[in-house]
Nanobody
Framework: QVQLVESGGGLVQPGGSLRVACTAS????????TAWFRQAPGKEREFVAG????????YYGDSVKGRFTLSRDSGKTTMFLQMNSLKPEDTAVYSC???????????????????WGQGTQVTVSS
């Protein structure tokens, strides 16, 4: 069982930066594909970024490429999402997810993930 807790959300002005974190309790994230998804009101859930199961590869959604960066701590219990050049359209609830059986071609598919955090609100507004 993996429990995920997100932190670091908040209000930021357009063009600003924010870092959100996803911490696993009870175990490391070794062997799990991990990802960030976001959902804005009235919109479908969107893949933001993710790590392959080995952790050797990172993937980004088209809307965040070049602006967002994934990283993990050395103990592999926390995954970070550094968000730069934020735009109002980045406003959403950001949730992290983990799954053992997620293959690379499905890393952007939310139903493939077994464990989810409760989410953290990110609001980009002046």
């Amino acid at each position: 069982q993996v429990q995920l807790v997100e932190s670091g959300g908040g209000l930021v002005q357009p063009g600003g930066s924010l870092r959100v974190a996803c911490t696993a309790s009870g175990r490391t994230l070794n062997g799990y594909a991990t990802a960030w998804f976001r959902q804005a009101p009235g919109k479908e859930r969107e893949f933001v970024a993710g790590y392959s199961r080995t952790g050797g590869y990172t993937y980004y959604g088209d809307s965040v490429k070049g602006r967002f960066t994934l990283s993990r701590d050395s103990g592999k219990t926390t995954m970070f999402l550094q968000m730069n050049s934020l735009k109002p359209e980045d406003t959403a609830v950001y949730s992290c997810a983990a799954g053992r059986g997620v293959i690379t071609s499905s890393i952007g598919s939310a139903p493939q993930y077994d464990y989810w955090g409760q989410g953290t609100q990110v609001t980009v507004s002046s």
